[in-house]
T-cell receptor, first 113, second 117 residues
């Protein structure tokens, strides 16, 4: 089944404790992206990647890192999480930017206390 | 700054009626237009995309695009309670990878649709 897999689905952590949210797709998509979604603010892009070793900042990259060492994987790293990073996170992929639409992962609900 | 505007709602529609969702965008260079459905706490799911002016139909859904007026709409015929969700409009502009900045795909904040049984 074609899908984008995110892990974990839920995570509660403490301020300053490094964490990684994994994202993997099995559709051989070149483009992958991370979004956060907050009430009243909609989906906001954090980082995106056009291909392996090609990444760029989105609209809200501060406090986040990404890497794209393999085509299928695009992990999101929070080096020192803070409470304002409490949010619902989505990974998405497509053949190209926009393409014929993105396939989204199931989401990760992160709480930083 | 490219903008995609949607009425946040809630938009309440009786079961069986036509639900009409609208979206306006600011970038005249926009090329591709997408509608996603998102149930509460779930991930967005692509419903339709449209590239050319006019109508595009898929089952009970019709997307309408008017580039001159810079709006795109989604019609849902024979609305069902299961259609109750938030509908996100997304617009892709010509702007792509340029070594910095966002990738040219902009999401609206969504319209909350309620289908009343």
């Amino acid at each position: 089944e074609a899908q984008v897999t995110q892990n974990p689905r839920y995570l509660i952590t403490v301020t300053g404790k490094k964490l990684t949210v994994t994202c993997s797709q099995n559709m051989n998509h070149e483009y992958m992206s991370w979004y956060r979604q907050d009430p009243g603010l909609g989906l906001r892009q954090i980082y995106y990647s056009m291909n392996v070793e090609v990444t760029d900042k989105g609209d809200v990259p501060e406090g986040y890192k990404v890497s794209r060492k393999e085509k299928r994987n695009f992990p999101l790293i929070l080096e020192s999480p803070s409470p304002n990073q409490t949010s619902l996170y989505f990974c998405a992929s497509s053949l190209s930017v926009g393409g014929n639409g993105y396939t989204f992962g199931s989401g990760t609900r992160l709480t930083v206390v | 700054q490219k903008e995609v505007e949607q009425n946040s709602g809630p938009l309440s529609v009786p079961e069986g009626a036509i639900a009409s969702l609208n979206c306006t965008y600011s970038d005249r260079g926009s090329q591709s237009f997408f509608w996603y459905r998102q149930y509460s706490g779930k991930s967005p799911e692509l419903i339709m995309f449209i590239y050319s002016n006019g109508d595009k139909e898929d089952g009970r859904f019709t997307a309408q695009l008017n580039k001159a007026s810079q709006y795109v709409s989604l019609l849902i015929r024979d609305s069902q309670p299961s259609d109750s969700a938030t509908y996100l409009c997304a617009v892709k502009s010509l702007r792509g990878y340029s070594g910095g900045g966002a990738d040219g795909l902009t999401f609206g904040k969504g319209t909350h649709l309620i289908i009343q049984p």
